[in-house]
């Protein structure tokens, strides 16, 4: 089993910034494509952005230019650098982790990111 832990999330003014944090309880980033997901209350769950074991990157169009995932196997954690953000990027933020190789995939436990106007 793989547990995904969250941290980083909070209150923060428009125009701020955050960083997130996932923690895998297991060493799996290197065999794993990684994401960060987001769901507003009503709203499903929506991509945000994924990074593959070679590094490639790719954001939704709504945060491009703004947030930056990034990878660091030894410390088993990616991160979630979230710069310039809007009221509209208020949402319950989720880890994933994708062993395509194993079909197995796992999700945190999401951490509360709130932008206020």
């Known amino acids: 089993q793989v547990q995904l832990v969250e941290s980083g999330g909070g209150l923060v003014q428009a125009g701020g910034s955050l960083r997130l944090s996932c923690a895998a309880s297991?060493?799996?980033?290197?065999?794993?494509?990684m994401g960060w997901y987001r769901q507003a209350p009503g709203k499903q769950r929506d991509l945000v952005a994924t990074?593959?074991?070679?590094?490639?990157?790719n954001y939704t169009d709504s945060v491009k230019g703004r947030f930056t995932i990034s990878r660091d196997n030894a410390k088993n954690t990616v991160y979630l650098q979230m710069n310039s953000l809007k009221p509209e990027d208020t949402a319950v933020y989720y880890c994933?982790?994708?062993?395509?190789?194993?079909?197995?995939?796992?999700w945190g436990q999401g951490t509360q990111v709130t932008v206020s106007s």
């Open positions: 297991r060493n799996i980033f290197s065999l794993s494509l």
């Open positions: 994933n982790a994708d062993l395509v190789l194993a079909r197995a995939q796992y």
């Open positions: 990074i593959t074991t070679g590094g490639s990157t």
